[in-house]
C-alpha cells in the first residue's frame, strides 16, 4: 500500500496534482499563534488592544496584541512574518491561557507592506496664483459698511413697587446636567481588589509606628549624590536606604522573612523585596531579588527600570512574582500616616511617608528634625508584638545610622 502511494505521488508529480491525496496538500503557510502561559499565576486576560488590523503585514517578533492580565499587560508577537489573515478572539471575551490568538499567513504580504514597497506617484504641484487673484479688492455690493448710524433710544420702564415678601428658605437647584458613567474594572484592579479583601480575611493584621530621624541619611546623601549621580549614572534616593536597611533587618530577624503555607513556617536565607510602583491601571510591586548581594546603585537602577517599564504597560510578569517583604513610599504623594495591607503571601510590609520638619527633644532640647513616620503591618499569627517592634526599631537603626549598614551592625 505505501509503496503504490509512493507511485502515485511520483506520477502526479510528473503529470497531474489531482491525483496526490488531500494529506499532501496540507497549508503550512499559515500560523495560528496562541495565548503563552508565562507564569503559573496568570490562567486566563482578555484583549486590551489590537496594534494591527485584518490584512496588515506582520514582521517577525513585531507586537500584534496587547494582553490584559491580572498582574500586568502582555503583549503578544508574531514568531513569523506574513499577513495577518484573522483574529480569533474579540475584545472583551475571557481568554484561557493556550487559546488561539489571531492567524499568520507566511505566503502572503500584508496590504500595509504591499503598499510601502509600491512606487510613489509623482507629485504635481498645484498652479500658484498671482497675489492679484487670490487677493481681490471687495466690491461695493459685497461689503456694505454704515457710517454714523444710531439706533433710536428707548424709554426703560420701571416696574410698580410690590409688596415686600417675607424671606423664606431658598432651595438649591443643581446647575447643569447629572449624570453617571460606569466603567469595567480592569482584570488588574479586580485582582488588586481580591487580594486586598482576601488578605483581611486570612491574616491577623497588626500595624506598629515609629518615628525615624531623617538627619543622617540627608546629609549623607547631599554630600554624595553629585559623585554617585557622576559613577552610577543614576540618581540617590531614600528608596535604596530602607530597602538595605530592611535587608539587613530582615537577616538579623529572620522570623520576618518566613512565611506561613499551610501549617509549616517556611523560612528563606535570600532576601527578595518588593517595591510598591503606581501605574495608570493601579498598583504593582515588582521584585527586586537578592537584596542582600545589591549595593545601593543596583537598587536605585532596579527602581528606576520597573517605574519606567510600569508607565509604559511593559513591566514583565516575571518581576512580580514572589516577594519575602515589601517596602511602600506613600511619602511621594504628600501621606504623613497610614496603614499599610499585606502583600500575600507575605508577612510583612513597611510603609514610608513624607519627612517633615517636626519638633523633638536631643539632649533636653526642643529642636526641628526631619522626621519621617514608619508604619509596619505584620502578620501576627507569625510575629508576636516583640519581634515586630525590635524588627522595625532596627530597619529605623539603620536609616538614622546608615554607616550601621555598612558596618553590618
Not at 52 to 58: A, L, M, Q, Y
Not at 226 to 241: N, T
Not at 362 to 387: N, S
Request: aromatic share 6%.
Amino acid at each position: 500500500m505505501f509503496r503504490s502511494l509512493l507511485r502515485i505521488t511520483s506520477f502526479s508529480s510528473r503529470t497531474s496534482s489531482v491525483l496526490v491525496p488531500s494529506l499532501f496538500f496540507r497549508n503550512f503557510a499559515t500560523h495560528t499563534i496562541k495565548f503563552p502561559a508565562s507564569v503559573e499565576s496568570i490562567s486566563e486576560g482578555g484583549v486590551q488592544a489590537w496594534t494591527k488590523n485584518v490584512g496588515d503585514h506582520v514582521d517577525v517578533d513585531e507586537v500584534v496584541v496587547v494582553m490584559e492580565t491580572a498582574k500586568t499587560n502582555q503583549e503578544i508577537r508574531s514568531p513569523v512574518s506574513g499577513e495577518l489573515v484573522k483574529f480569533l478572539v474579540n475584545i472583551g471575551d475571557n481568554i484561557p491561557v493556550g487559546a488561539d490568538l489571531f492567524v499568520i499567513d507566511t505566503d502572503k504580504v500584508g496590504a500595509s507592506k504591499a503598499k510601502s514597497e509600491s512606487k510613489p506617484a509623482a507629485k504635481v504641484e498645484a498652479p500658484k496664483a498671482s497675489i492679484q487673484e487670490a487677493v481681490k479688492e471687495p466690491t461695493r455690493e459685497q461689503v456694505k459698511v454704515e457710517v454714523n448710524k444710531e439706533e433710536p433710544k428707548k424709554e426703560v420702564k420701571l416696574p410698580e413697587p410690590k409688596a415686600k415678601i417675607p424671606d423664606a428658605p431658598q432651595v438649591k437647584v443643581a446647575v447643569g446636567k447629572r449624570e453617571d458613567r460606569r466603567e469595567k474594572m480592569t482584570r488588574m484592579r479586580k485582582t488588586i481588589a481580591e487580594r486586598l479583601k482576601g488578605a483581611q480575611s486570612t491574616y491577623a493584621m497588626l500595624t506598629t509606628f515609629q518615628e525615624c530621624d531623617m538627619s543622617r541619611a540627608i546629609e549623607l546623601r547631599n554630600a554624595y549624590k553629585d559623585d554617585f549621580l557622576k559613577k552610577h549614572k543614576v540618581k540617590l534616593g531614600f528608596m535604596s536606604f530602607f530597602i538595605k536597611a530592611s535587608t539587613h533587618a530582615l537577616l538579623q530577624y529572620p522570623l520576618a522573612n518566613a512565611v506561613i503555607i499551610g501549617d509549616e513556617i517556611v523560612y528563606r536565607n535570600y532576601i527578595d523585596i518588593s517595591v510598591a510602583v503606581a501605574t495608570p491601571t493601579g498598583l504593582v510591586v515588582p521584585v527586586i531579588r537578592n537584596c542582600e548581594n545589591k549595593s545601593f546603585a543596583d537598587i536605585e537602577k532596579e527602581i528606576i527600570r520597573f517605574s519606567g517599564l510600569a508607565k509604559e504597560g511593559k513591566l514583565p510578569i516575571e518581576d512580580m512574582v514572589g516577594g519575602n517583604f515589601t517596602v511602600s513610599n506613600g511619602g511621594v504623594y504628600g501621606s504623613m500616616m497610614g496603614t499599610p495591607i499585606l502583600n500575600p503571601p507575605q508577612s510583612a510590609i513597611l510603609g514610608m511617608h513624607s519627612i517633615e520638619n517636626r519638633p523633638v527633644v536631643r539632649e533636653d532640647k526642643i529642636v526641628a528634625r526631619p522626621i519621617m513616620y514608619l508604619a509596619l503591618t505584620y502578620d501576627h499569627r507569625l510575629l508576636d508584638g516583640k519581634d515586630a517592634v525590635l524588627f522595625m526599631k532596627a530597619i529605623k537603626s539603620m536609616v538614622e545610622e546608615p554607616a550601621k549598614i555598612l558596618l553590618d551592625i
